[in-house]
């Protein structure tokens, strides 16, 4: 039986998951719907699928799963829809650009009673990430993670589009990494005259540990790393694979400015996760209360900021349809 997904969001996010979704045995992209009619019709003509608009695609009787790639202000409309007709779905971070938006999607998946969204934290099935993870076993309790996030980018934006565009993905790795909340936050940046932005988080987890975020906006080049360090040892990332080229007496290693070739095999590999999971009926990756808890922890990094002080993350009670608290 083929599973047919509806996919809502044709620019770059979107497109990449589409070749994904279009290698997958037994799923076929069926619909297509996009703000930009020409960028959907495009894409719909690529996949043999039609156009829709959004929220009519999500009621078509013939999508069984959505994927929502669309722009960071309609995934919660969108996941909430999905989760009212009971369709899975695949939310790429963040799930609103407010927490009353991150909430509304908690809320309407707990009153539904089943875990329907997977948010898009795709770092967990990135090799280098997944082989840190897998290193830790036996080096005993953790007491420091630290994320090292350089990102190449023109659009100058503001430090609350980095938080929620950019830093949840680091904020994630660390409660992933350790099993642990982040109890306070302190934020020191460094504001260019030009708009760029250099930012150091520092959280204090409910393990006792740390972890810290260093990011830098229109840095030179895109870069992700993590180290982390345990009772018993440590274990850190390795530099992502580059060419080496050598010309005019200079040997070179380029390290790249493009995300999507930083994270083409964790894409690939989480598009092919949920299709196991769509296959057999599971539920797998990260929840709805990882990317809640993830815009929480960005906004308390938000008011330490604003405010130059710390911070405490107030997280409201584990709702039980997400297991024990950590």
């Known amino acids: 039986m083929t599973i047919g997904v509806g996919l809502i969001g044709c620019g770059g996010m979107g497109s990449w998951h ?3 979704l279009a290698a997958q045995p037994g799923l ?4 297509v719907a996009d703000a930009v009619p020409a960028a959907a019709a495009s894409l719909a003509s690529s996949l043999g699928a039609r156009v829709q608009d959004g929220l ?14 669309s722009s960071d202000e309609t995934h919660a409309r969108f996941a ?9 779905c695949l939310c790429e971070k963040p799930l609103g650009t ?4 991150a909430r509304a999607v908690l809320d309407a998946e707990v009153a539904a009673g089943r875990r329907l969204v997977r948010v898009g934290f795709m770092r967990e099935l990135d090799p280098a990430h997944a082989q840190v993870a897998s290193a830790l076993a036996g080096l005993g309790p953790i007491t420091k ?5 350089r990102n190449v980018d023109d659009e100058h934006r503001s430090v609350e589009a980095l938080f929620a565009q950019s830093l949840v993905h680091d904020i994630h790795t660390i409660r992933w990494l350790t099993g642990a909340e982040f109890e306070r936050v302190t934020v020191h940046v460094v504001s260019r005259g030009d708009g760029f932005h250099d930012l150091l988080l520092v959280g204090e987890l409910t ?22 360090t345990a009772e018993g040892g440590m274990a850190s990332t390795l530099p992502h694979p580059r060419v080496i080229t050598r010309a005019g007496a200079i040997e070179a290693l380029s390290i790249g400015t493009d995300w999507f070739a930083r994270f083409e095999e964790a894409y690939r590999v989480e598009i092919e996760d949920w299709a196991r999971c769509l296959g057999d009926g599971t539920f797998g990756g990260p929840t709805v209360w990882d990317g809640f808890v993830a815009q929480m922890v960005a ?3 938000e008011l330490a900021m604003e405010s130059d002080a710390v911070v405490a993350v107030e997280l409201p009670a584990r709702p039980s349809l997400y297991g024990d608290a950590r």
């Open 80 to 88: 909430v829809a999905a989760i009212e007709v009971g369709k899975p």
């Open 18 to 20: 589409a070749g994904n």
């Open 98 to 101: 407010t927490i009353e938006q």
């Open 299 to 301: 906004r308390a990094g």
């Open 145 to 149: 993670v630290r994320c090292v996030h």
């Open 56 to 69: 009519e695609l999500i009621g078509s009787d013939d999508v069984d799963a959505v994927l929502i790639a």
């Open 207 to 228: 393990s006792g540990g740390l972890g810290t975020i260093e990011f830098e906006d229109h840095g030179f080049a895109y870069e992700v790393q993590v180290e982390v």
């Open 28 to 31: 076929a992209v069926v619909a």
